[in-house]
C-alpha cells in the first residue's frame, strides 16, 4: 500500500519489518472493503437503468454495463484477497456483514446512495493516480489490480455524475440538503466499520508477528490507524474537489457540512 493510505510510518512502536508487516494486512483489507461496500452499488444502478427501460438506449447501456462491472469488480477484488490467505502466512480478520451495509445504503433517498456512490469514485481515481500509478515500490499484481479497477471507475464517475444530475433535478431543495445529511450519516456508520477492521488488523499484525502489544502500545497503533483509514476512506472522498462541486451544485449548504466533517475526521 502507499505509505499516504497505509499510514504506518509515524508508528514508533514497530520495528520496519513490522510496519511492513501491517502495510501487507492493509492492503487485504483494502480490497476487502471495497468488495464490501460496493455491493450496494449493483442494486443502485439497476434501479436507475430500469427506470426507464423503454428510453434512451446509450443510457441503459451504460448502466447495464456499469452494474456488471461493479459485479466483476467484487469479484476481482474477494480473488485478491483469497490470494493474499494463501500467501500471507496467517490469518487476518475482515469485517462481516456485508448485506447488512448495502441495506443501510439502498435504505436511504437514491440521491444519497448516488452521492455516496460518487465520493467513493472520484478518492479511488485519488488513490491510484496520485498515490500507486507511478509507485514503483508496490507489488505489480496489487498495482494492477488497482489499475483495473480505475479505469472502470473512471468511467463511472463520469456516468455517477450524469444520473445525480437526473435524480436531485427531480428533488424539492430540502429533499437535496437531507441527502447530505444522510451521506454523512452514512459516513458515521462507515467510520464505525473502519473502526472494527482496525481492531482486527491489531489482532492480525500480533499473530503474524508473534507479538503481544501493551495497552498503550495498541493505542499508538489504533491513533495512527484510525487516521489513515479515515483519510483513505472517507476524507479523501470529502475532500476530493471534483466531488464537493458536485455537492455544491446540487445543494446549497452541502459544501458546508461535508468540509466540518472531513476537518473533524481528519483531526
Ligand atoms: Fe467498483
Ligand atoms: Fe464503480
Redesign the pocket.
Known amino acids: 500500500m502507499p505509505e499516504r493510505l497505509a499510514g504506518v510510518e509515524p508508528i514508533t512502536c514497530l520495528t520496519a519489518a513490522e510496519k511492513r508487516t501491517l502495510n501487507q494486512i492493509r492492503a487485504n483489507s483494502y480490497c476487502h472493503l471495497f468488495a464490501f461496500v460496493?455491493e450496494y452499488?449493483v442494486p443502485m444502478v439497476m434501479a436507475n437503468a430500469t427506470r426507464d427501460v423503454f428510453g434512451d438506449e446509450t443510457r441503459l447501456w451504460s448502466l447495464l454495463r456499469?452494474a456488471e462491472?461493479?459485479v466483476k469488480?467484487q469479484e476481482m477484488m474477494r480473488r485478491a484477497c483469497d490470494l493474499f490467505a494463501t500467501g500471507f502466512g496467517s490469518e487476518c480478520g475482515l469485517v462481516p456483514g456485508r448485506e447488512a451495509v448495502a441495506e443501510a445504503v439502498l435504505g436511504t433517498s437514491p440521491l444519497t446512495a448516488l452521492l455516496l456512490?460518487s465520493m467513493i469514485?472520484w478518492f479511488v481515481q485519488l488513490h491510484f493516480v496520485e498515490h500507486m500509478r507511478d509507485n514503483q515500490e508496490l507489488d505489480p499484481l496489487f498495482r494492477d489490480i488497482l489499475r483495473y479497477h480505475w479505469i472502470?471507475?473512471a468511467r463511472?464517475a463520469k456516468l455517477d455524475t450524469l444520473l445525480i444530475d437526473e435524480v436531485a433535478s427531480s428533488l424539492a431543495p430540502t429533499a437535496r440538503e437531507t441527502a447530505i445529511d444522510e451521506l454523512l450519516q452514512l459516513g458515521m456508520a462507515i467510520d464505525g466499520l473502519l473502526a472494527q477492521q482496525l481492531e482486527l488488523d491489531i489482532e492480525a499484525l500480533e499473530h503474524a508477528t508473534s507479538r503481544n502489544f501493551t495497552a498503550a502500545e495498541k493505542d499508538e497503533i489504533r491513533d495512527a490507524q484510525r487516521r489513515a483509514y479515515r483519510w483513505t476512506f472517507i476524507v479523501s472522498g470529502l475532500e476530493h474537489p471534483r466531488f464537493t462541486e458536485i455537492v455544491d451544485a446540487v445543494t446549497l449548504e452541502g459544501r458546508d457540512k461535508i468540509d466540518a466533517a472531513a476537518q473533524a475526521l481528519a483531526a
Do not use: A, C
Open positions: 460496493e452499488i456499469f462491472e461493479e469488480h456512490t469514485e472502470d471507475e463511472h
